[in-house]
């Protein structure tokens, strides 16, 4: 063992390094090793939108539709989808010949499983489902998927990744019932092997897996498992994933500080990737609890300054302070109730405060003690409230714990949430009523009902009245816009620079 890795071995701790080492040792040069931040609290893509599970589910569960380099719904599962000229009705046909990794053939019975499955489990899906009358299988490889009314936005909803719906087969859905799926059968390029409770998760190739024959473009196209085993380790510590590509130990290292970027730019034995931008966004609990009344939201929001706050995520380059809820690099960007935005200003927020009738009682700000860029986010948040007079508590607890509390209408007040890229409003988790935080609003329900039957042009003047009415309601307090970090050794090649990190098409050199 080198003197890198006996470093490595120190910080890491020996059983979680040997068994990386090990598996290492025995098949070098067909494993691939990722160093991820936190364990996943799941492989249920249906039911959480937690970046851990995506990066290490859809390797293993595949959609009807996904996403291309510009972010394009493509076919995957699905080989076409026909709308009716009353736009009610979708006809979409199934693959066939696609395998499941237990050896069942996909069908449209399965489809329809998963689909209703989500629709009734996740956000996003339970927002698509107020618009499904029906959903049937018409024979083994066509679904039929009929609207109450006409919705723009289906295929979209049906692209999603963010707890997304993705495929499983009808027994598994069936088996799991109301609790979540632990038995994760896909279609993917890779299949499930073990997880090893707080040290690793394990994929294999699926050698019968059915590749599409199109070019490779984005999440879209031609899927290869190119290592036959692709291990997914959880290394809490950030220097330790750093120091691991370093010395061979990982090969690609997720969520890396920013501070080590401009180190990397002249170390030709590690390639550095700035991601998509991503969302920071202060989460109240307007279900349940003192943060229900909207008065005392907006003196919360009056009392941000997001300059203070996003140097968490690096040096300049690393964030950017913008009030919209959609990216710049949309055709979806608003400043429609800007004036809201970074207002700073402690008075104010003492004002607004006093006509909400606050009264000094604690407000609760629950945080991931997993979560190193939420965690900062959240002590700097606590530190300008209280000086705004707000009697902030923090409540530190750990990954699963954190998830547990939120997924809970009581017992917290408010949260961080860092938001992964999207292409379309309505992609959007805090656009739903069922997200956390729970947003119940008759005007935004009447309003996203016209955005998503409008014409283009009606469409974006309808989204700035949406997101006008996001500052008025403070659905969340929006931080800024940051980029993400990751770094692989040089000898990983066909890593595509996505928002979602992924390692299909991705191979090392000899």
């Known amino acids: 063992m080198t003197k890198r890795s006996d470093t490595l071995t120190k910080l890491l701790g020996t059983s979680v390094l040997s068994g990386c080492l090990a598996a290492g040792a025995a098949v070098a040069e067909t494993q691939l090793n990722v160093a991820m931040k936190s364990q996943p609290p799941t492989l249920d893509l249906h039911v959480t939108s937690t970046n851990t599970v995506r990066n290490v589910g859809a390797h293993i569960n595949e959609g009807l539709f996904t996403f291309d380099a510009d972010f394009a719904p493509q076919p995957m599962l ?41 629709m009734a489990r996740s956000s996003f ?32 909803a049906l692209t999603t990744w963010r707890a997304g719906p993705f495929i499983y087969p009808e027994e598994v859905i069936e088996a799991a019932g109301e609790e979540r799926i632990t038995d994760p059968i896909g279609t993917g390029p890779f299949r499930f092997v073990e997880w090893n409770e707080g040290q690793d998760i394990v994929l294999e190739r699926f050698d019968d897996y059915a590749a599409l024959d199109t070019p490779a473009s984005g999440y879209a196209g031609k899927r290869e498992a190119l290592v036959d085993t692709l291990r997914f380790v959880f290394v809490p510590e950030l220097s330790v994933r750093r120091i691991g590509v370093e010395s061979g130990d990982f090969h690609v290292a997720l969520d890396i500080d920013p501070d080590s970027y401009d180190q990397y730019q002249d170390n030709p034995e590690v390639v550095s ?22 008065g005392l939201r907006r003196a919360v929001q009056a009392a941000v300054c997001v300059e203070d706050i996003l140097p968490v995520y690096g040096g300049d380059a690393f964030w950017r302070v913008d009030p919209s809820m959609t990216w710049k690099e949309t055709a979806w960007w608003s400043d429609a109730g800007a004036e809201l935005y970074n207002v700073c200003d402690t008075e104010k927020a003492q004002s607004l405060a006093a006509e909400a009738g606050y009264d000094g009682a604690p407000i609760r700000l629950a945080v991931s003690s997993d979560d190193e860029s939420k965690f900062s986010v959240a002590q700097i948040l606590e530190q300008q409230l209280r000086g705004a007079g707000f009697n902030v508590t923090l409540e530190v607890r750990d990954a699963a714990a954190h998830e547990a509390t939120l997924d809970s209408k009581d017992g917290w007040d408010f949260a961080i949430s860092e938001h992964t890229y999207r292409t379309h409003p309505i992609l959007h988790s805090h656009l739903q009523a069922t997200w956390t935080g729970w947003w119940e609003s008759e005007e935004r329900d009447r309003l996203v009902g016209e955005f998503l039957t409008a014409s283009a042009e009606d469409a974006a003047r309808i989204w700035d ?34 928002p979602e990190p992924f390692f299909w098409n991705v191979s090392l050199a000899d």
């Open 78 to 118: 699905a080989e076409s989808v026909e709308t009716s000229d009353d736009g009610l009705t979708y006809t979409i046909a199934i693959r066939q010949g696609v395998p499941f990794h237990n050896g069942d053939e996909l069908a449209a019975s399965d489809v329809v499983a998963s689909l209703d499955r989500w």
């Open 465 to 498: 009245e949406i997101h006008a009415l996001y500052y008025q309601d403070v659905v969340v307090i929006k931080i800024g816009d940051y980029f993400e970090h990751h770094i692989a050794a040089d000898e990983v090649q066909g890593y595509a620079n996505m």
């Open 125 to 156: 899906g339970r927002t698509l489902a107020r618009y499904v009358e029906t959903l049937d299988a018409s024979d083994d490889h066509t679904v039929v998927l009929t609207l109450n009314q006409p919705a723009s936005f289906v295929v979209t």
């Open 273 to 294: 990737f700035l991601g998509a931008p991503r969302m920071t966004t202060f989460i109240p609990n307007k279900a349940e609890g003192i943060m229900a009344d909207v």
